[in-house]
């Protein structure tokens, strides 16, 4: 029988499946569906040094096969949440990845400074793209020295391996993720949402601008996989569209060693045990001996 | 909580533009206190996410639901047709809070009726019931509570009370005792900040079952809030730590 | 009656509904169908110097609502266009804007220097961005003094106004622009394709690599069309995903003061003369008396 | 050419994973020559471009295409019913050409016989014709073709001749008049390129119905290429300089 689980910077996932980050709450909330322990790990909200309000609503919407979403980051903060959700994850050995952001170089660093190894902590996951929150227009994720310098602050205070989760950032998606590289980034995840907008052409107004998410994604994710994962000798995680087993598999032939499955939760709360259990079938059907065997096989 | 298969036994227009929709579930769902809806996946693939509803009625296997036709989503839904199959995510959220009071008022403006039509059939005795739309043609929504006594306004006089169903409330408000009350409100918001504004002043103790736009409909996504005077942490889930919360606690 | 005509660098144009580059061949092969004095203007396949052939196939492919093209940019050169396809625009009288690229700077330059001013002439439109096509690797889209350089230099040798055309480039897209503007370009339209694409899971092949058209990329064309003609006091004319009236009418409120429809035309040959006669029809049912009374009315 | 909305009357599988497709359509489509094809919008909205089918017969008002499943788009046409609406876009691209020759030689490959259906009609007894399946169950494909006669092959020798369609024509080849003699073709890509070394020698006129996947139809896009001998212009639209070329031009 083939094994689903991968080896994550040293860890060891029970399969390649997550969350992505801010699409499952603090966790806990799909416990009644279904236990947390169906994930290969859980990535945390996005998580800042101190708790932030998010934006006015409408916060959704929906655009097609799309959602547009304008959260604004909303959460505890990152004491609260090792106060108050971690407990679980630790209960349910669930290993996690935590995703966390800041306004400013000093509290991406304060930030990670706070969170203390632990054997369950997989690595910080460095959100570089937000586009939904503009203070002082400044995102990191924007310019490769900005990039080189917060990647390289980050590493220098933390003993956790750091990702650096990028945003389609199309033509120089190369560019930013070499200058993560060579300040020490351990992995990337890819892709975050895309800026996007709706007009009503009833009120004439703009009722939301937020992150695109979802399968209209997917291609272009697939793009951004394919291209790091074959530029850089570091993991990639996988995300952006995936709704299905085959989609997972999708990315993991094109060079994800992992995935993370957000949108597709909202519609079929499901979706994620759905997808780790069609991974293990699809393993026994075409007699692999691991995950591990397809992933980069379509983009070698 | 569970995501339950269920098939379209009646889709029915019961006013223009209303309709009355009854599921068959196919396992059954967990006890809801009403206030408590669904997430329901719409049939066809045009509509990509769920849409939220109140439960209107739950009797093993039947779930009602009672909608409005405002948008892609629920014109969609209109259409669907018998034996179709759907998805309905429930029962969510925290519903009406019922141990406090001896008598309830219960306000529902509109399709707010579907809101409170459980928790009225759930009172019984134990509440008044208010019922406020623009004309008679929408009396058709509170035809199935036709053994209860509904005290009902429209807005353009054709039945009942000529006005708002809150300018009702405010003339009977006097009659009723205060320190034992406590209303129980579903419908626009407009509705509720009247409300609000009658009372404000004996800050008379108030539910109120709010509306948001929602992603998921279980706290994972933070799309569905509203804000409320907690200074800490103002914006609160709708469909987490609502849909029903205190009136004096919300910022509408 | 409200009038759709639009005067776009110092020409009127009968309406705002122009083809997107690449998506209605030479022009003639449409008129079975529909005359192409029926467009507001005619925009160009995209010509080069020198003919090129282009891309093997596949060269098209379906992904949920969007289309993932790798043409490649086959084209019969500027000459030939001239030569053997222009005389039915003035036969017709029909403006043209001639969408034009080049691998290197001096072909850009060759290219708009070849092209003398004519009365049809509406501007010449830079494909910057060409995401197919990978000489060198080097993209001019992807660098602002590239981009700097590029439109200067061909500004200094056309008196033809110049419109560059640029790639979602997400968070660069305003300092691309702004580049351009600097290089006294004259308009922008908005946007090119996404890089995408597809794996093939039972093959496991990747069967293309191309870029993104059609509703997909909608909801980021609007936003980089309000964020970019809040910016610059010149005109945008607006491309992705446009399908019908309400997708058009979406882009004027967002601030296009012309539209460019594409993939559309695919799964509707119609789409372009029925989003003119929905335009029309918008306008009696507002009241208003010219089309230009809604462009970046919810975006101001 | 217009794009003419039709209703589907019939859509019978012939033969396992083979349609029959009858479409009645709203208005007469222009004159057609064999080979050219049409361009379909699949009903439902999970199909986002057309697709192209050859046109199988046409008798004013009834347009009938023939197709096998092999993909998402085939598969939901497969399923869709009578009455239901379809547009199709009419007739396209360039057909062969019957000018030239006195004897013809039809060749079809499994589902390639729906390519050449109009034309074997259109020819009639100046033709010999092929048709080169895998068994016997896709003999109903040339069911309609009953009254002329027909060479058959199948690969697993269940009816006819045993092997492919190409290596029939080649045992047959000498017993045609080489000069006065042109093969007119459609099928697998394999077939075309066997059929290409047997009438190498003699350089045997040759035209060849292709098929690429397409976005327009109309020649708008440049999606659909094929790649020929031409050093200029290499590539040719299949849906406007095609989908028949001459076998000598193109590169297989
Ligand atoms: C807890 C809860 C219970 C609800 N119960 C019922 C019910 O029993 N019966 C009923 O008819 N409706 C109910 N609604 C409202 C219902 O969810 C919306 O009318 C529906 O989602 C609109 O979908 P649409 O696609 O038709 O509209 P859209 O095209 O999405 O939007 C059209 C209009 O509807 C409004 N709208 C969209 N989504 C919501 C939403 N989630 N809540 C409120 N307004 C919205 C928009 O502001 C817009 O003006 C409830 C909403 C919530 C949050
Ligand atoms: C001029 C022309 C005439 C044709 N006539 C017929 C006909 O009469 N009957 C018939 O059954 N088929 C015909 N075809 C092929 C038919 O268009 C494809 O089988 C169909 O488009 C596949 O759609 P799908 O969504 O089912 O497959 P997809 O899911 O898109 O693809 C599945 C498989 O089909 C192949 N395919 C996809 N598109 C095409 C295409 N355009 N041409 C060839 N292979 C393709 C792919 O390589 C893939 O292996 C014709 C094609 C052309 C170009
Ligand atoms: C509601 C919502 C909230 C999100 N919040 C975050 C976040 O806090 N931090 C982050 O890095 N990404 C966030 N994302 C982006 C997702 O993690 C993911 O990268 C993106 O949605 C693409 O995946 P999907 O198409 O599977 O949803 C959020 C996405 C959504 C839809
Ligand atoms: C088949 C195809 C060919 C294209 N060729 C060109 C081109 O030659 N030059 C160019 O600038 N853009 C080209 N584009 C991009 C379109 O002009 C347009 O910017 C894009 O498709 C978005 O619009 P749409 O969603 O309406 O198709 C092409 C697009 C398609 C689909
Ligand atoms: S709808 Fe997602 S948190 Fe409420
Ligand atoms: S399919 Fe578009 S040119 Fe042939």
């Known amino acids: 029988m083939g094994s689903l689980s991968v080896k994550l910077f040293g860890k060891t996932l029970r399969n390649p499946v997550m969350n992505a980050s801010g699409t499952l709450?603090?966790?806990?909330?799909?416990?009644?569906?279904?236990?947390?322990?169906?994930?290969g790990a859980y990535v945390t909200k996005g998580l800042s040094?101190?708790?932030?309000?998010?934006?006015?609503?409408?916060?959704?919407?929906?655009?097609?096969?799309?959602?547009?979403?304008?959260?604004?980051l909303q959460n505890v903060g990152v004491d609260r949440f090792f106060d108050e959700h971690f407990p679980l994850?630790?209960?349910?050995?669930?290993?996690i990845i935590v995703n966390f952001f800041g306004f400013t170089e000093e509290e991406y660093i304060a930030c990670a400074e706070r969170i203390r190894p632990d054997r369950l902590i997989v690595a910080?996951?460095?959100?570089?793209?937000?586009?939904?929150?503009?203070?002082?227009?400044?995102s990191f994720g924007k310019d490769p020295d900005l990039v080189h310098g917060i990647v390289k602050a980050v590493k220098g205070v933390t003993e956790i391996p750091v990702i650096a989760k990028l945003t389609p950032e199309v033509k120089n998606l190369k560019e930013i993720a070499q200058a993560a590289y060579e300040a020490g980034v351990d992995g990337f995840t890819l892709l975050n949402t895309i800026p996007a907008m709706v007009v009503d052409v009833e009120?004439?107004?703009?009722?939301?601008?937020?992150?695109?998410?979802?399968?209209?994604?997917?291609?272009?994710?697939?793009?951004?996989?394919?291209?790091?994962?074959?530029?850089?000798?570091?993991?990639?995680?996988?995300?952006g569209g995936i709704m299905n087993q085959n989609d997972a598999l999708s990315f993991l032939?094109?060079?994800?060693?992992?995935?993370?499955?957000?949108?597709?939760?909202?519609?079929?709360?499901?979706?994620?045990?759905?997808?780790?259990?069609?991974?293990?079938?699809?393993?026994?059907?075409?007699?692999?001996?691991?995950?591990?065997?397809?992933?980069?096989t379509a983009c070698g | 909580m569970d995501d339950i298969e269920g098939k379209i036994t009646k889709n029915d227009e019961v006013a223009p533009g209303y309709y009355l929709l009854r599921i068959k579930l196919s396992r059954p769902m967990d006890p809801f206190v009403p206030g408590q809806f669904v997430m329901v996946r719409i049939p066809g693939k045009d509509v990509f996410l769920r849409r939220p509803?109140?439960?209107?009625?739950?009797?093993?296997p039947v779930l009602t639901l009672m909608y409005k036709v405002v948008g892609k989503g629920t014109e969609i839904l209109s259409k669907s047709r018998k034996n179709e199959k759907v998805f309905v995510l429930c029962p969510l959220g925290k519903g009406f809070n019922l141990r406090r009071r001896k008598h309830y008022v219960v306000l529902g403006g509109g399709i707010g009726i579907a809101g409170v039509h459980a928790l009225i059939r759930r009172l019984g005795a134990r509440s008044s019931v208010f019922f406020g739309c623009a004309a008679k043609e929408e009396l058709a929504l509170i035809k199935d509570l036709g053994d209860l006594p509904v005290a009902a306004s429209t807005l353009d006089g054709s039945y009942g009370f000529r006005g708002t169903v809150v300018e009702l409330l405010s003339e009977r408000l006097a009659t009723f005792r205060k320190e034992e009350m406590e209303v129980l409100a579903c419908g626009p918001v407009v509705m509720l900040k009247a409300l609000r504004r009658i009372l404000e002043k004996d800050r008379i103790p108030?539910?109120?079952?709010?509306?948001?736009r929602m992603a998921c409909g279980l706290g994972l996504c933070f799309g569905c809030v509203t804000k409320t005077v907690d200074e800490a942490e103002p914006y609160k889930r709708v469909c987490k730590e609502g849909p029903v919360f205190d009136l004096w606690e919300v910022c509408l």
């Open chain 1, 124 to 138: 910080l996951e460095m959100n570089l793209s937000c586009p939904n929150v503009k203070r002082g227009g400044i």
């Open chain 1, 253 to 296: 032939m094109a060079g994800a060693k992992a995935l993370q499955v957000g949108t597709a939760t909202f519609i079929d709360p499901y979706a994620i045990p759905k997808i780790v259990k069609g991974l293990g079938e699809y393993l026994k059907r075409c007699r692999c001996s691991s995950i591990n065997a397809i992933v980069g």
């Open chain 1, 49 to 72: 040094l101190n708790p932030h309000h998010g934006n006015p609503t409408p916060r959704v919407w929906e655009e097609g096969r799309g959602l547009i979403n304008s959260i604004g």
């Open chain 1, 203 to 239: 009120k004439r107004t703009i009722p939301i601008r937020g992150g695109l998410s979802g399968p209209v994604l997917k291609p272009v994710a697939l793009k951004a996989v394919c291209e790091i994962s074959t530029s850089f000798p570091v993991p990639v995680i996988g995300a």
């Open chain 2, 206 to 212: 108030c539910q109120v079952l709010l509306e948001e």
């Open chain 1, 25 to 39: 709450g603090y966790g806990r909330e799909i416990e009644p569906l279904w236990g947390i322990e169906t994930l």
């Open chain 1, 89 to 95: 994850f630790q209960q349910k050995r669930t290993p």
């Open chain 2, 53 to 60: 509803f109140s439960i209107y009625d739950y009797r093993q």
